[in-house]
């Protein structure tokens, strides 16, 4: 039916009054469900503002305090009342790269093999403890790296790790000091570990998606599994993928329990992976019940906004890699 | 300010068990979590003497400050005391309720507890990175025929603010003029060296599982956990080791009669036996409450404790309050609470 026949049919009926009465029904729903929606969406970017706002306000104190400085002073002393974000700010970022850099391939590995090489039996029970292990609630994992973890680490990968990597030049630096087992590697390590099911799970849904035909046709002309992966699937699910790396790195960034326990909540500003550090939200957790005075508050609530701050700069970062991706690919 | 700071520590009391909005027939506290034990032991069984409750949320001792100033509960508890002009000017009046004390612990392969001994001036030394090696002569000296490693020593501290740590940086500042300068004394501090672990639990478990580790905890830890702990060189110069007793003997030394509002960190005392960082637990309520019945039995709860419930105290590794100070503080709710 064409649109003007639809119109003709519309005005032709509506001089029924049951239908006019139904129209007008129908109408009024629609109507509903769009400010339903409206408000749904809404709702996010209020939060959003009402959160970044209170954040920004809680911390007014501490930048006008501190200025530029507090964000890149690594002094942090509630005695002497002296606040800056660098410590934390690098923990962060550098726990969340280890995790990414362990996460990101295994997920990979994890996805193709359900979606390409496992047999179809292992494929539900599998993707099914996967998600399973995304519903494990941080503190264990934090419990679990602590009590098993963290001295597995110090009694058999860190010696390992001190007597092969440290003599290197250059890189070397990351892995000196004493084999504690609680430290930024541990921390990246656990971390990774915590969004493995988070990416795969996003990478095997969209893994999926590929349409049949296309790897099919590929394995016709002789590929192999690995050529199919890397010339079809990958390319088709390139910016999904991406989205699911950025979901694990959003979680990485914002980690808490599970960090506290393992990352060693020192204020010190250590190049080596195996010394202990801070990280912006175990810092907060740490510090908040016992904050005394005004700035102390103040310089954890700017802490929480920078966070803010680091994570949408990121996921700004995964938005512009997207459209580029996307202008390259010609859609 | 401080009724955010409040605002903050209900939302992390979780059910807002703080929420004075109750009935007449209940009591509520918040503040320091060494003392919650107790206070839930105190709690259950001050309910079934007299039939009131007490709800105790252990939110921490600054929250607990915090939201006794903001009257959002009846009393606040503190390992730490408030000085009698912030008091004043609150309008609050303070007395301790119970001894605690903290002990180095320390994980060195082949030492047991109480084998090794050291000083405060070490101690500060240790935890400032000056000393690095367990076999250092300041060390070895104090410990003749001891087999120290030369290993390099990882020092342990809290990573969340706590009464603990203050009372422990406030003997180190007492004794270490050098720590005094450097780092100084508060709830939390810019640790020169070391982890932190949250919680006593937190610092436990570095120091079990990190070898050649020295950090601090409540005596009850130690004790439960059955970890290595140290003796220290008091002020009379005398190597105690941590118990009830030497707690006793720490907090029956200070000096409460000259201390106004029992304004008093009992860190550092006189006594010949006496351990050195022994530590107390204040209470801070109104000198003029708003709600006289539930005023009423709030003291009611509290005469009882000090009287009656030391006992419980005594299980739960804490120390009773000696008797002179007890009338003392009930001298001192007479003179003071109206």
Redesign the interface.
Known sequence: MTASALAGTHSQNSEDPRVSARIASETRQDWVFRWLLFGAATLVLVCLGAAAISMLVGGRLAFQTFGWAFLVSDDWDAVEKHFGAFVPIYGTLVSSAIAMLIAVPVSFGIALFLTEIAPTWMRGPVGAAIELLAGIPSIIYGMWGLFSFAPFMAAHVLPWVRTHLAGIPGIGALFQGPPLGIGMLTAGIVLGIMVIPFISSVMRDVFRTVPASLKESSYALGSTTWEVVWNVVLPYTRSAVLGGIFLGLGRALGETMAVTFVLGNAHQLNVSLLMPGNSIAAAIANEFTEADSEIYLSSLIALAFLLFVVTFIVLAIARLMLRGLERKEGR | ?VR??AL??LA?AGLGVALSVASAGEVTGAGSTFVYPLMSRWSSDFNTATGTRLNYAS?????G?AQIKAATVDFGASDKPLPAEDLAAAGLAQFPVVIGGVVPVVHIEGISAGQIRLDGATMARIFLGEITKWNDPAITGLNPGAKLPAE?I?VVHR????GTTFNFVNYLSKVSPEWKSK?????????P??????GNE?VA??VK??PNSIGYVELEYALKTGMTYTALKNKAGNFVQPSLESFAAGAASADWKNAKDFNLVITDAPGAQAWPITASVFVMVYKQPKDAVRSKEMFTFFKWALEKGQAQAKELNYVSLPPELVSQIEKYWASEIH
């Open positions: 300010m955010r700071i903050f520590g992390l939110v921490g001792s600054g929250a400050i390099d990882s990573s969340d603010g706590s780092v100084g004394e508060g709830t939390s501090v810019a640790w060296v070391g982890v932190g672990g949250k937190g478990n570095y599982q990190i």
